[in-house]
């Protein structure tokens, strides 16, 4: 559940955010009545074995060019790039 609080009220409730932090919830922080930031708890990551990432990408081989392999690989991930 997002909530949206204060900068004051982060800075004097930082203990009873970080709590809220660990039980999920996500926060949009307001400075002014405008929307400053975001925090979130972070995510656990998991390991993945060589074998598991080989399978994941064992699709994109099958590209011929660089071309093919990159819209593979976009419409698999997205096409969020930072330097287009």
């Not at 970080?18 to 400075?31: Q, S």
């Not at 009545?33 to 994941?56: F, N, Q, S």
């Given at each position: 559940?997002?909530?949206?609080?204060?900068?004051?009220?982060?800075?004097?409730?930082?203990?009873g955010?970080?709590?809220?932090?660990?039980?999920?919830?996500?926060?949009?922080?307001?400075?002014?009545?405008?929307?400053?930031?975001?925090?979130?708890?972070?995510?656990?990551?998991?390991?993945?074995?060589?074998?598991?990432?080989?399978?994941?990408?064992?699709?994109?081989?099958?590209?011929?060019?660089?071309?093919?392999?990159?819209?593979?690989?976009?419409?698999?991930?997205g096409?969020?790039?930072?330097?287009?």
């Amino acid at each position: 559940m997002t909530k949206t609080i204060t900068q004051a009220e982060l800075r004097n409730g930082s203990a009873g955010v970080m709590d809220a932090l660990e039980a999920g919830d996500d926060f949009i922080i307001t400075r002014n009545g405008h929307p400053v930031g975001e925090l979130r708890p972070v995510r656990a990551k998991r390991d993945i074995t060589t074998a598991d990432l080989k399978a994941r990408f064992a699709r994109f081989a099958a590209a011929g060019t660089a071309v093919e392999e990159r819209a593979e690989i976009d419409a698999a991930f997205g096409e969020d790039r930072l330097d287009d």
